[in-house]
């Protein structure tokens, strides 16, 4: 499972990095989600292996612009690029209306339908073969939810000795079996995948905050999660002199929220434009990592715009960000001419 | 007359190209028009010396997305840097209502005044102390406005014979007069400043087209005017392929009414994405260039993003883009945080 930054900035762009989105790929090759889709979301992809061709939903945590800006232009590039799949949008009633009235006033169709969820309805769920997401409601100023993506039908290992003992030969029905099928032999037994077979691993499960002052909402959706994903907007000093009304957390509150969770890995993103990314300029987004350190023990990451994070089978979570430029560049021919 | 290029892709965007934005900066230091507003503007601006702050006015040419799906960013993140000074909005009513779907439904409020202007009310007029504007109906597959900068109180000369011959010694009558104010002397004699000045050159005059598949449209507009920018999706032979459906121009198209205008300066901009800016790479943007060549003997210069072209006030048009990263960079600490 594969996280790609899209933008890793709040509030407004900066000259390094973008307002919020962040790509999953999992499951079939190149089949991917999006989280949040800030303004020039659609630019920053060109510069990834992922395609709006292969994108299987987008889920937004709330309305805000930096957060949703990026549809219009996405979902009509996606449409001129001749997609014909439907593609799912998850998000607030609101965020529905915004892509609606964009459509509408700038000439657009789309060539293909979008399918809208409500992702603030009750007992929201939604899944594919490859993913089932949940929704948790956060604490921001305006409604927002995180997301919580877990792995579904994680490969099967077979019972080789249930299987020899029961008489079923090695063939074409451990194969079915191991790909979780029941099946019927000719002399009539029923064999049932889940008799003999067993889930090798623990499923991946990853959850994704949108903006959120209380990291603490998120206690039960951790449990069992190898990675959050959340925002940092600033340090605490910061926090404390901008006041409560944005609600936003502190470097330190996420990290201290993690730690008491013991989650093992914690990826911060969405910080204030502020930062800087050059080395000595102030104030530096190292400030960030620094304070987050003093609390979180577990694996800590700080999100870079176009970085990759590999959530791996073993539930270890590695960068695997290729160096620039090698195998994440998409020539411009993949981008069909404009009608 | 600065005009800074912040995309000058069709349709949809390149790795090195951004879709449709163009500055136009002229007048008191600093302050700027914005032709366009394709998403990611806002994210160009950050490696050009332009603010949002002295941002004048917004024209926007037609309704397509390309050209308008970077608004909603733009003005809100005005907001958020703290903008104060009413922004002048000129364009189809549609995008009007994008916009204000945009704001309402993303929880957005702006510090400023939006001023709204219909660009396709009969009569359209615009105008400030530094520049005229009208709009000039074009041929695309939605109404489209080409807009006409016409610079405005151009340095007044003195006659200085006549204004000794009328015994007006030299002083600050002569500067009032030169200013082009009108004024009363101490012996009650009343001075007129169009009586003892004359406008030193010609105003500088620059039509900017929107899509358009005629540009003899523009014909009455170039007259006396130094440079038109203009689209030219493609060459000839893909437009024939293509179709006349889009109503996009070819650089043959254009350049030959462009020769046939006595333009002085043609700027090719609004390429198709399916061109190359890489050398080798195929079909190659220079191919535009050849194509218009062939027809047009003035001055010819396909835009980049983030080139400027400055009509001096000589009438010459140059080529001022500064060397990469000189003079053109804005630190991010320019950028406030978001609230």
């Not at 032999?185 to 499960?205: C, F, H, N, Q």
């Amino acid at each position: 499972m594969d996280l790609t930054f899209l933008g890793t900035s709040g509030g407004t762009p900066t000259k390094t990095r973008n307002v919020t989105g962040l790509a999953l790929a999992h499951g079939r090759p190149r089949q991917w989600y999006l989280i949040d889709c800030g303004e020039g979301t659609q630019h920053r992809l060109l510069h990834t292996p992922l395609s709006v061709m292969q994108l299987r939903a987008i889920f937004i945590t709330h309305v805000h612009g930096d957060h949703t800006f990026g549809l219009p232009g996405l979902l009509t590039s996606a449409s001129m690029l001749g997609r014909t799949e439907p593609l799912h949008l998850v998000a607030p009633r609101p965020v529905q209306a915004f892509v609606a009235a964009a459509l509408a006033n700038s000439d657009s169709t789309l060539g293909y339908d979008l399918v809208h969820q409500d992702s603030e309805a009750p007992g929201f769920q939604w899944q594919d073969d490859a993913v089932s997401v949940t929704a948790v409601p956060l604490s921001h100023r305006v409604p927002c939810h995180a997301f919580v993506f877990t792995e579904r039908n994680p490969e099967r290992r077979l019972c080789q000795a249930r299987l020899i003992a029961d008489g079923i030969e090695p063939g074409p029905a451990w194969g079915e079996l191991q790909r979780g099928r029941d099946l019927v032999l000719d002399d009539g037994r029923v064999l049932y995948s889940d008799d003999y077979t067993e889930i090798a691993r623990p499923a991946r499960k990853i959850v994704v905050g949108g903006d959120n002052d209380s990291p603490e909402r998120l206690a039960a959706a951790c449990t069992g999660a190898q990675v959050l994903v959340h925002e940092a907007t600033y340090t605490q000093a910061v926090a404390d002199r901008v006041g409560s009304w944005p609600q936003h957390s502190s470097a330190a509150q996420v990290a201290r929220f993690a730690q008491s969770a013991a989650l093992p890995n914690l990826v911060l993103t969405h910080f204030s434009s502020r930062y800087q990314d050059r080395p000595g300029a102030r104030p530096h987004i190292g400030e960030l990592e620094a304070e987050a350190r003093q609390w979180y023990r577990g694996n800590l990451v700080l999100a870079r715009d176009l970085a990759t994070f590999r959530l791996e089978k073993d539930l270890t979570l590695r960068d695997v960000t290729p160096p620039a430029g090698r195998g994440r560049t998409r020539p411009d021919a993949g981008i069909q001419p404009p009608p």
